[in-house]
């Protein structure tokens, strides 16, 4: 019971992402062939609400479920680390048709393909977490 709280925003988080077709295989390729505002409306608007929620998680006004601050540690800035990241994202973006907040939404409307996505997303983080200490980050 004690986690409900999260289910249920995690389900609402996902009727959020259908109503606003985010989970759009059509409107992930619009983007991404610079045919429609749509996607970088959403995309615009949560780095937007980041950037909101990120100042008050620094001021500390915002905590965490059990009353803890939540402290922000600063990463290491790099435009080459950022840009090799960020490509390798957008290239799987890009060829899965989602990213992976969607994954979890397009297999609860029953779109199995996806698990191949999933499985894919899992390998690579597990990948990520063997390999993680050796890379320059």
């Known amino acids: 019971m004690k986690n409900l709280k999260f289910l249920l925003l995690g389900v ?3 009727i959020v992402l259908t109503k606003s077709e985010a989970i759009s295989w059509y409107r ?14 959403i995309i615009g608007s949560a780095v937007g609400l980041s950037l909101i929620l990120m100042y ?5 006004t915002i905590k965490d479920y059990l009353g803890n601050q939540i402290t922000v540690k600063e990463k290491k800035k790099g435009f080459i680390r950022t840009l090799i990241g960020g490509t390798i994202f957008g290239l799987g973006w890009a060829l899965a048709g989602a990213c992976p907040a969607p994954i979890f939404v397009l297999i609860g409307h029953g779109i199995l393909p996806i698990l191949i996505v ?3 997303a899992m390998l690579g983080a597990f990948i990520y977490g063997l390999l993680s200490n050796k890379l320059p980050n």
């Open 56 to 60: 008050f998680f620094k001021k500390g």
């Open 12 to 14: 609402f988080f996902g």
């Open 118 to 120: 999933l499985i894919g």
């Open 28 to 41: 992930i390729y619009e983007m991404f062939k610079f045919q429609s505002f749509h996607m970088y409306g």
